[in-house]
């Protein structure tokens, strides 16, 4: 991963709420007695990261831009994947993927076609008090396996969110099989970014 990601390792709870915990009291310089109140902050963004089943958890902090969560879950989709069926997803989300879906694109990969989805929350999320929080989501495919990537990159703020699209497109389209197969589970088998 690039260095502006900073991985938290979800796959162990208690160091993740420790390591998310400090990288909260880092970005927002937090005093030494703020600790715990950030490491609750810190539990309850981790718990709530694993019981959405997710594998991947990371904070993205580009220079000059606002601080980012990046989470990865596992979908299931048709073992067929191909440009094509890209293509018809890429176009349903557009089409009804809701008021917030302003652009989809997509990108190709060494593991095949992948789309991205640009989320940006407009005049009807305010109205109905959603957070509005920008988005970045990519549908990475692995091939033969019926299994894709979901990766989301969210951010509060708009604060260098062109750096975010920059970083996001780069991690998606360096998404490839890693050359050694260590085990047979899904974040070690699947995807090197």
Do not use: K
Not at 4 to 11: D, W
Not at 15 to 30: F, G
Not at 105 to 110: E, K, P, S, Y
């Amino acid at each position: 991963m690039p260095p502006a990601v900073r991985r938290v390792p979800i796959e162990t709870p208690q160091l993740a709420i420790q390591e998310y915990a400090a990288i909260l009291a880092e970005l927002r310089d937090a005093p030494a007695g703020a600790a715990a109140d950030l490491e609750a902050v810190a539990t309850e963004a981790v718990e709530a990261t694993r019981a959405q089943g997710a594998f991947l958890m990371a904070v993205v902090t580009p220079p000059d831009a606002a601080p980012a969560l990046l989470t990865g879950f596992v979908l299931e989709v048709p073992e067929n994947w191909s440009g094509d069926v890209a293509e018809l997803l890429r176009d349903s989300l557009e089409n009804v993927g809701g008021p917030d879906v302003r652009e989809t694109i997509t990108v190709d990969t060494a593991l095949g076609p992948a789309v991205i989805v640009q989320r940006v929350p407009g005049v009807e999320q305010a109205r109905e008090r959603r957070p509005l929080t920008l988005q970045l989501q990519a549908f990475v495919p692995e091939p033969g396996t019926g299994r894709m990537l979901l990766l989301t990159l969210a951010c509060a703020a708009a604060d260098g969110w062109v750096a975010h699209q920059h970083l996001f497109a780069e991690l998606v389209a360096s998404a490839a099989q890693p050359d050694v197969i260590a085990e047979e589970s899904f974040e070690h088998q699947t995807y090197r970014l």
